[in-house]
């Protein structure tokens, strides 16, 4: 059974940083597509970053330079370090994981599995 958990959220001030983590357990990161999406209040959920098996990644427009998607195969867990927060990055963020495509640099990837979110705040 695959389970994704997430940490590290929290609030901070504009300008701050969190490092978000997502442990995976009956799953292995390196192997196929995961990513970070998230929803704010009011509005559909959008993906932030991906990165495929061999470590490409793919950003939105809006956390370009800002945000860094990586993964830990010794600790199977996927980060998300996000810099020079703004309050407009207030939302709550989910992993994802694909089941099936390991590389995504131009195509989606699936959203197979999902983790219960964790909430970031960012304040003005």
């Known amino acids: 059974q695959v389970q994704l958990v997430e940490s590290g959220g929290g609030s901070v001030q504009a300008g701050g940083s969190l490092r978000l983590s997502c442990a995976a357990s009956?799953?292995?990161?390196?192997?196929?597509?995961m990513g970070w999406f998230r929803q704010a209040p009011g509005k559909g959920r959008e993906e932030v970053a991906r990165?495929?098996?061999?470590?490409?990644?793919v950003y939105a427009d809006s956390v370009k330079g800002r945000f860094t998607i990586s993964q830990d195969n010794a600790k199977n867990t996927l980060y998300l370090q996000m810099n020079s927060l703004k309050p407009d990055d207030t939302a709550m963020y989910y992993c994802?994981?694909?089941?099936?495509?390991?590389?995504?640099?131009?195509?989606?990837?699936?959203?197979?599995?999902w983790g219960q979110g964790t909430q970031v705040t960012v304040s003005s």
């Open positions: 990165i495929g098996s061999g470590g490409s990644t």
């Open positions: 994802a994981a694909d089941s099936k495509r390991a590389y995504c640099s131009v195509l989606p990837m699936s959203t197979d599995y």
């Open positions: 009956g799953y292995t990161v390196s192997r196929y597509c």
